[in-house]
Structure formats: structure tokens, C-alpha cells
């Protein structure tokens, strides 16, 4: 990077005064009209020029409180993915956290200068890409592999295959984004969110300060809960029965009763699935609702009572439940793709666009957009160190790996043109259809076609996640190219404490598929593998007669929604939430619905304060709860995990260096 682009907390940049930093700027989400060229030089004049031209932004303290904020927030998506298969993007929660803590050290005097605006849209860059961008890899194919093989990967293996799958996703994006974003202007929600809240905390008012004090109460009192239930036991084993957890477990012997509870069907306190819950949505979790109460509460039971199944593990019990729900996941995940036919066509029509120098507008607009010869470096780079990877660690032919790695090129296009238009990456869609595309050249081999599509959701994720930082930086008048450095930067510190505390939190196969971590997201992606891999005629006939059964509601559930008028589509199920609660505890469905109702009632009471304040507690909540819960684990397993985790590192280095 040049010393340029790394700026210093000078006082003419960082100061108090920003250019229009207040609620009197308004967000230019309406886009503007003309040709490409026209589109593109409004844009500089009325939104970059007296801002990315003059404030301060790609800093040092940015990009550093992007990283060490987004390596902790990405404990709380590997930790709540593990056990729910969910994972949540950690921009906003970082614009918030960061604020609160910048500001509070300008209070204190031990900061000369507030984070400008810029600063803090770098800032959720380089915390997206570290919080969210390099972890998701992990909980499903990687997880996915360790079930299957029942045995982890070497952590300087797993740091390779994460970095370069981050590299290869984010240059992918580069082409993307002056199409996507510049001509097109497509939405990308979450972006506009995320630019507003910036804009919200920026402002000369309270709304800043309400957000970051709700944050900070909710994750205190979700992080205290976690402890109180889970953390006692660190103290020794008399005061484990004190714990919420133990005597909530008290409650449940005595209702619903033993039966019930190995089939998950019970009472369970967890704030952090209320929360996820309250940003999910009523429509999503009652889905998850149903389909879990219909799972456990009736199909394992005919399954129980006619002796089909006979153990009582929630690990053998859920290899029952898993095809249905599977099915109906991966049936919807490729219809609801279909449906976007139109986005798919206007997508690969847009690579003429990307990579034609006619019609663009030239000079200055140049010198801060991203260089394409950036985007084939990075290609260049990831396409022989994944190739290579694959091929030293899974036996993947050369021509597979870099099959797969073209292949992810025109699938993360049209998965960033869905996220644009939706606000909904379709990762899964993209992961499955990899795995049909190895399953038809590579058929048997589980191993590579897990892989082969982790390569894909990987890049796929990784770039539609850069899109949508970049709409919010364009929004606000941000220099392209330092935002695009910015969330490069991220990727050193997400891969680093994602793949080592994915080491501490999944040691081995044994964590998997337990009441701890369920791991329905891996549990999909191997149900995927095996049934590609072994044929379907391999499976028990239940099983079947379940895939059948779950693919077709997977089918008529988004057709229902297609074809009904718009205003019946909040009574028609989900199909994901559907298909998810066949994957985990009911317990999990039964939170995900109260949190739903209870933000569903605020938002009727009052929807000025649930608007405002919704967002900030769940994220509290979610961050609060993951944390303690995952500190908890580390102090727990962590000497003994490290001392696995320094041999697995050292060996390797010791090899290379011959001694």
C-alpha cells in the first residue's frame, strides 16, 4: 500500500468539522439518470467531490479497529453458525461499536481527533471481511468434510484454503462493482442500511448515542445470561447445579419429561436466537416453527413408535430428520435461482460492459476506482494456490480445481446481481449447484465435490459482501480504491482468528452434530456429498420417501409464493425456515418465533423506537451472548487446544526450513 492511501490522523482531515457530515446530507439512493459517462461524472460532482476528495478515510486506526473489531465479531458468526446454520453480517454492529469506542476515548483525551464518517465506512469494510467474509467456508464445508472423514485438517492447510478463497472472491468483485453500482446503481439494501446508520451516528443528534448505549446494555445483560447459564462449571462442579442451564434442565424433567426432551421438544432460554429471531422476521421463523414442531413433535415419533428408530442421541436422531429438510432447502435454493432468470441474463450480459474501456468516463474517475489489473493479480494468484491446494490435499485434478474456480467467476456474477436486487446472497443455490456440476464429472468422490463447491460459495460470498460495502461507500461519497484496500486488509486478521478459533471451538468430529453445535449448515452440505457420492439407492427407503416428500413442499412453497397475490406471501411458509428446523433442535425453531413475536409487538407499539432501537439490541444480544459463549470454551479447552494448534503450525514450518 502507499503511504498515501494509509493516512494519518492529521488534524485538517480528522477534525470535528466534516463536509456535510450531518442529518442535512442526504443519501443520493434515488441513483441518477443519463448515459454511463453522465451517470458516473454526477455522481463525482455532487457526492465524491468535498468529501472522499478531502476527508480522511483509508487510515490507520481504521483499518485497525476494522480488524480487531471484525476478528471478534467473527467469533459471534462462527459460534451462533455452529449451532444454527445462520450467519449475520457484522457491518452495522461494527459502524456502532466503533463509534461508542472512538468517541469514548475522544472524550477521555486519549484520542485527538473523531473517526470522520469515511474513516468509519472503511472501518465496516475491513470488519466485514474479517467478521464475515472468511468464516462462512468453515462452518459448512469445512465442517462438512471433518463429519464426513471424522478427521479435522492441518491449521496451516485450513489458513491457506481460507485466505485465497477470500482473494479470489474479493477480486472478483472488482469488474462487478463500476457496472453493479456506478451504471446500474442496484440497491443492495443492507448497503443503503449500513450507510444510514453511518449517517445516523454522524449526525448532530441523539440517535448516535441511543443506538451504542442500547447495544452496550444488551450485550452486557446477553453476555452475563451466557454466563450464568453455561460458565458456573469453571468454578468447579458445586456450583454447576446453580447454573440456568441446570435448572432449567430440572424444569424440563419434570415437563415435558424425558421422552420429550430427547426429542428436543422442551423449554430452552437462549437470548441469542430471541434476537436472531427479531432480525429474521415473523414470516422465517414461524416457518421454522411449524416445520420443527411437524419434525419432532410428529414424523420422529411415527419413526419411534413403529421402531424404525431406536436411539435416543440427538447426533443419530437428526440422520433421520436431515433429508426432508435438506431436500426442501436445496429444492427452493435452485427454484427461487430459477426465478431469476432475468437477473442471470442481465448479469452475463453485463460482461461486455465490465471489461470495455468505451463509455466510461476517464481521468479522475480512473484514479479512484479499483485498477483491473488488480482484479488479475488477485485471479492470477488464488487460481494456482487453490489448484494446487486442492490437488496436494484432496486429489483433485489441476483441471477440476481450475474448472471450479472459472465456474465460481460467473456464479458469484449472478449471485452479486441477486444480492443487489434482493439483499439475498443465494449461497447455498450456488454451492449446490457446484456439487451437482462434480457429482456428474467426479462422481464418488465426496471429498472433491465438497471442495469444488466450497470454492464457489466461498468466492461467491466474499464478493457480493464487497459489492455491498462498496454501495455503502458510494452512497457516501467514498474514494473506491481505498475502500476496496480496506476490506483487503480485512482478510489477514479474519482468516487468522476464524481458522484458529475454529480449531478451539471443533477440535475434532466429535463436536459436531451435538446439542452444543448442531451444525445444520454442515449437516446439509454432507447429506448433499454422501447422496451424490454413494447414490441414492444406498439410502434407507424412509430417507427417500423423505427427500421426495421435501423437495416437492420445496417446490410449491416459492411457487405459491410466485403465483398468489402479494399480499397472501406473508401466510405462505418459508421454504429455508421450512427445511432449517429439519436440521436442529426444536428448541431453536421455538426461539427463533418469540423473538420474531417480540420484535413484531414493538414494532406495532411503537415503529419510530423499534426502527431505531431493533437492530442495535439484537445485535447486543447476538454479540454479548456469542462472545461469553465462545470464552467460555476457550478458557475451558484452550491450553490443551492451543498446544494441538502450535504443533500443527510449527511442524509444517519446521519441515519447510529442513530442520
Not at 387 to 401: K, N
Not at 446 to 452: A, D, F, G, R, T
Request: with cysteine; charged share 15%.
Amino acid at each position: 500500500m502507499r503511504d498515501e492511501d494509509i493516512a494519518g490522523d492529521t488534524e485538517g482531515q480528522s477534525g470535528g468539522s466534516e463536509p456535510a457530515a450531518g442529518e442535512d446530507f442526504e443519501l443520493p439512493v434515488a441513483g441518477f439518470q443519463g448515459t454511463p459517462d453522465e451517470i458516473e461524472r454526477q455522481w463525482f460532482e455532487k457526492v465524491y467531490r468535498g468529501r472522499g476528495d478531502s476527508m480522511a478515510q483509508l487510515t490507520w486506526r481504521a483499518v485497525l479497529m476494522g480488524s480487531l473489531l471484525g476478528g471478534v465479531l467473527s467469533l459471534t458468526n462462527l459460534y451462533i453458525g455452529l449451532k444454527a446454520g445462520w450467519g449475520f453480517g457484522v457491518a452495522i454492529t461494527a459502524c456502532i461499536l466503533s463509534y461508542t469506542i472512538w468517541t469514548g476515548l475522544y472524550g477521555l483525551g486519549l484520542a485527538r481527533t473523531k473517526m470522520t464518517i469515511l474513516e468509519n465506512n472503511c472501518m465496516q469494510s475491513a470488519a466485514s471481511a474479517a467478521g464475515y467474509s472468511t468464516g462462512s467456508t468453515l462452518i459448512s464445508a469445512f465442517a462438512a468434510y471433518i463429519m464426513i472423514n471424522n478427521q479435522s485438517l492441518p491449521v496451516h492447510l485450513m489458513l491457506a484454503w481460507v485466505f485465497f478463497l477470500a482473494v479470489l472472491g474479493v477480486t472478483m468483485a472488482v469488474p462487478m462493482k463500476r457496472q453493479m453500482i456506478n451504471v446500474e446503481q442496484l440497491r443492495f439494501p443492507s448497503g443503503i442500511a449500513a450507510a444510514e446508520t453511518l449517517r445516523a451516528l454522524h449526525a448532530h443528534g441523539g440517535k448516535g448515542k441511543r443506538a451504542a448505549m442500547a447495544l452496550g446494555i444488551a450485550g452486557a445483560i446477553a453476555a452475563v445470561n451466557k454466563f450464568w447459564t453455561e460458565g458456573l462449571k469453571l468454578f468447579g462442579e458445586r456450583s454447576e447445579p446453580f447454573s440456568l442451564e441446570a435448572l432449567i434442565a430440572k424444569l424440563n424433567e419434570w415437563f415435558p419429561g424425558k421422552t420429550w426432551t430427547d426429542r428436543t421438544v422442551m423449554f430452552a432460554w437462549d437470548p441469542i436466537f430471541l434476537a436472531a429471531g427479531a432480525l429474521t422476521g415473523l414470516r422465517v421463523s414461524a416457518s421454522m416453527f411449524v416445520g420443527g414442531t411437524l419434525c419432532w413433535g410428529v414424523f420422529l415419533p411415527i419413526l419411534q413408535h413403529k421402531g424404525i428408530v431406536t436411539s435416543a442421541k440427538y447426533s443419530d436422531l437428526v440422520q433421520w430428520t436431515l433429508w426432508g429438510g435438506v431436500a426442501c432447502m436445496v429444492t427452493s435454493g435452485l427454484l427461487s435461482f430459477a426465478f431469476q432468470w432475468r437477473s442471470m441474463v442481465r448479469a452475463f450480459g453485463d460482461l461486455g460492459s465490465m471489461f470495455s474501456p468505451r463509455g466510461r468516463t476517464r481521468g479522475e474517475m480512473e484514479a479512484i476506482e479499483t485498477p483491473g489489473s488488480w482484479f488479475l493479480i488477485g485471479q492470477g494468484i488464488s487460481l494456482v494456490a487453490l489448484v494446487w491446494l486442492a490437488w496436494i490435499s484432496f486429489d483433485m485434478p489441476p483441471w477440476q480445481s481450475a474448472l471450479a474456480v472459472v465456474l465460481s467467476f460467473f456464479l458469484a456474477l449472478v449471485a452479486s446481481r441477486v444480492t443487489g436486487e434482493t439483499d439475498m446472497t443465494p449461497i447455498s443455490a450456488m454451492g449446490k449447484v457446484t456439487q451437482l456440476i462434480f457429482g456428474g464429472l467426479n462422481p464418488g468422490n465426496v471429498n472433491v465435490n465438497l471442495m469444488s463447491a466450497n470454492i464457489t460459495a466461498g468466492a461467491a460470498i466474499a464478493s457480493a459482501d464487497l459489492l455491498t460495502d462498496l454501495k455503502s461507500g458510494y452512497l457516501l461519497g467514498a474514494n473506491p480504491r481505498k475502500q476496496f484496500l480496506a476490506q483487503f486488509s480485512g482478510i489477514f486478521v479474519g482468516t487468522i482468528v476464524t481458522v484458529l478459533s475454529f480449531q478451539v471451538l471443533v477440535p475434532n468430529a466429535a463436536a459436531l452434530g451435538t446439542d452444543q453445535f448442531p451444525a445444520p449448515s454442515a449437516q446439509a452440505w454432507r447429506a448433499v456429498a454422501l447422496a451424490l457420492g454413494e447414490g441414492i439407492e444406498s439410502l434407507d427407503p424412509i430417507k427417500v420417501y423423505s427427500m421426495v416428500i421435501g423437495g416437492l413442499v420445496g417446490i410449491i412453497l416459492p411457487i405459491l409464493s410466485k403465483v398468489l397475490p402479494k399480499k397472501y406471501e406473508p401466510w405462505i411458509p418459508s421454504a429455508a425456515g421450512f427445511g432449517l428446523a429439519w436440521t436442529f433442535h426444536w428448541y431453536y425453531g421455538m426461539l427463533f418465533f418469540l423473538g420474531a413475536l417480540i420484535g413484531w409487538s414493538c414494532q406495532k407499539a411503537s415503529p419510530k423506537k423499534a426502527e431505531e432501537l431493533t437492530f442495535p439490541v439484537a445485535s447486543g444480544v447476538i454479540a454479548g451472548g456469542s462472545l461469553m459463549g465462545v470464552l467460555v470454551i476457550f478458557v475451558e479447552n484452550g491450553p490443551k487446544i492451543a498446544e494441538k494448534l502450535l504443533s500443527q503450525i510449527v511442524g509444517p514450518l519446521r519441515q519447510l526450513l529442513g530442520l
